[in-house]
């Protein structure tokens, strides 16, 4: 959506606008993250290949604050549907925030105020006609650390189905073997649905909740580092289930580690101090990124 | 300076432990006396017709205390009608749905203030609310004084209960889609079951050894009767009747009157035991 300029370009803002940044990787110039740490409004820089992609979420000049605070400026993203997109970059930078804003979980917290559009297959989630409580069905979340209920395994697959008033017994026990094969979990618990969902392991337990958060056949998943809690083995486990189920959800995943992000997503966007710097087809942004600040950060040099 | 001396310091640690390990001893031996003492006085009166007799004329032969058993009964019920849903409710109130401070701290204090009340301050009102108007001395009024002293202690023990249930459920059903009484409801609430029901049984507990307010409330009847519009029998109450008349017949069965008051009292701190070890098994993951 933005071409890289062949050439510097200056070094002041001018009061037209906002400094047109996206030097080419390696190429001299203006430093795009001392910018930002100066508070200086910039550009991200989107590589073409998203435009190419059906869109399910379109984010517009997506402003958050908390309180006086102004967490994200200037978002725009548009999430490809299908697709497994990744958000990575430093602690602070806005990710889960801006990840938790699209099922309006920030809703919740007190003194939080947003200005933009965020925009679910055409409709903006932020309208006054919008029902946050089908929103919230339209697009599940998995969190960080494991959240099952203290109740069987089957009550807590079956209960976003419970919710909506499906009381038949055959239905629900059906959508929940499915949602459980589709999380790869099916064969460890088929013989125990009825014990308590607490007594899994931890893989188990998010691995639970992600089928819980796919039963009602939600249109997007968003996943909050779903495994910063968990073990290697358990985290492989649940990176080959979102490959797995890429392709029929469109996954937006929150992550702090990399290579994760290389092995799992299909799209990367980098973001530093609340603003989208560079987002990208994953093998671009971590082999061949437009931007240098990108390739610094991909490279480990600063975290 | 003593303390920088090894040996001093274990000389008082050990004294330390003596000292608690003494106090525990203490308190056990007080219990067990106590026990002992009320035991060998009710034992000799207990028998059958104890809970099957209805006080006699003859005062040699008290008869029973059918009556007063029925009553505390009767009367637990009602207060646990009216006191039961609306602590719980309240309780969920201050719990899950108020963020302002400005309600909910005065709310809150009210509650605790209120919890502090002496028994026989609510005796007092309940008469001025429902004996004078209706007349006579009745049992509502014992029931409503009775639910008055229930309702702080239960909504704030549920409201504290409901607090030690993680957020991370409440945002896992929203996050589901769920409204906040579905949360409620469904999520949060049945976590807190046991917790909750502790903190009924203990209201109840509480209630069911009071005398001041039902002195002014429900008065007091040697007959059985399920009829809360005139004067109520309590086991309290016929206790204090018989223990401060000059009959030693009465006396006696004053005696084995304390003696089934503190066995319910026991069984139902049994009971919270149970219902408390089993579901902090069955919430505590991993």
Redesign the interface.
């Known amino acids: 959506m933005k071409t890289p300029a062949a050439t510097p370009v200056p070094t002041t803002a001018s009061a037209a606008g906002p400094i047109r940044v996206g030097v080419a990787a390696g190429a001299p110039g203006v430093n795009m993250l001392d910018a930002i740490r100066r508070g200086e409004k910039v550009t991200g820089y989107t590589h073409k290949e998203v435009a190419g992609e059906k869109h399910v979420l379109s984010i517009h000049d997506f402003n958050l604050y908390y309180g006086k605070n102004h967490a994200l400026h200037d978002i725009n993203m548009h999430i490809a549907h299908g697709k497994v997109s990744a958000m990575i970059g430093p602690s602070g930078c806005g990710k889960s925030t801006l990840l938790r804003s699209i099922n309006r979980m920030n809703d919740l917290v007190d003194g939080v105020r947003v200005a933009g559009e965020i925009r679910l297959n055409g409709s903006n989630i932020f309208d006054r006609s919008t029902d946050v409580i089908s929103l919230r069905r339209r697009v599940g979340m998995v969190f960080q650390k494991p959240n099952p209920f203290p109740m069987s395994i089957f009550e807590n697959v079956a209960y976003p189905l419970r919710i909506v008033g499906e009381g038949r017994r055959s239905r629900l026990e059906e959508a929940a073997e499915k949602a459980l094969r589709s999380a790869a979990l099916w064969d460890e618990v088929k013989d125990r649905l009825k014990g308590s969902a607490l007594g899994l392991s931890g893989g188990q337990q998010q691995r639970l909740c992600i089928a819980r958060s796919i039963v009602g056949e939600p249109e997007m998943l968003l996943m909050d580092e779903p495994c910063s809690a968990l073990d290697p083995i358990a985290t492989l486990k649940i990176e080959e289930l979102i490959t797995q189920i890429a392709g029929r959800y469109t996954v937006v995943i929150v992550t702090h580690n990399m290579q994760q992000a290389s092995r799992v997503s299909d799209y990367t966007a980098f973001m530093y101090l609340g603003r989208l710097v560079e987002y990208g087809p994953t093998a671009k942004i971590f082999q061949a990124p437009a931007l240098t600040e990108t390739e610094q950060y991909v490279t480990g040099r600063f975290g | 300076m003593l303390l920088a001396h090894p040996r001093v310091r274990t000389l008082l640690s050990s004294a330390m432990f003596a000292l608690c390990a003494g106090f525990s001893v203490v308190i056990v031996a007080v219990l067990g006396l106590v026990t002992w003492f009320l035991v060998s006085r009710g034992w000799a009166a207990m028998s059958l017709d104890l809970f099957t007799k209805l006080p006699t004329e003859d005062l040699n032969n008290p008869g029973g205390l059918k009556h007063a058993i029925l009553g505390t009964g009767q009367l637990l019920l009602m207060a646990g009608l009216v006191g039961v849903p609306m602590g719980m409710l309240a309780g969920v109130y201050l719990s899950e749905y108020s963020?302002d401070s400005r309600i909910v701290g005065p709310v809150r204090f009210t509650a605790d203030v209120l919890t502090g009340v002496p028994s026989i301050v609510v005796g007092i009102l309940g008469y001025e609310l429902l004996v004078r108007p209706l007349g006579n001395f009745n049992g509502w009024a014992g029931a409503f004084a009775l639910a008055f002293i229930m309702i702080p202690i239960v909504a704030r023990t549920t409201e504290e209960m409901l607090r030690l249930v993680?957020d991370?459920?409440r945002?896992?059903?929203?996050?589901?889609?769920?409204?906040k009484s579905?949360t409620i409801t469904?999520?949060v609430l049945?976590?807190a079951t046991g917790s909750v029901v502790t903190g009924v049984m203990l209201a109840m507990a509480r209630v069911a050894g009071e005398t001041a307010p039902l002195l002014f409330t429900a008065l007091g009847s040697r007959f059985v009767t399920f009829n809360p519009s005139e004067p109520f029998p309590s086991l309290t109450v016929q206790i204090y009747q018989y223990a401060t008349g000059p009959y030693q017949g009465q006396k006696e069965l004053a005696w084995a009157g304390i003696l089934v008051l503190i066995s319910l009292l026991f069984v139902l701190n049994l009971a919270i035991r149970a219902v408390t070890s089993r579901s902090i098994r069955?919430?505590?993951?991993?």
């Open positions: 963020n993680p991370s459920y945002a896992g059903s929203l996050a589901l889609g769920a409204t579905q469904r999520v049945p976590a069955s919430r505590v993951g991993t």
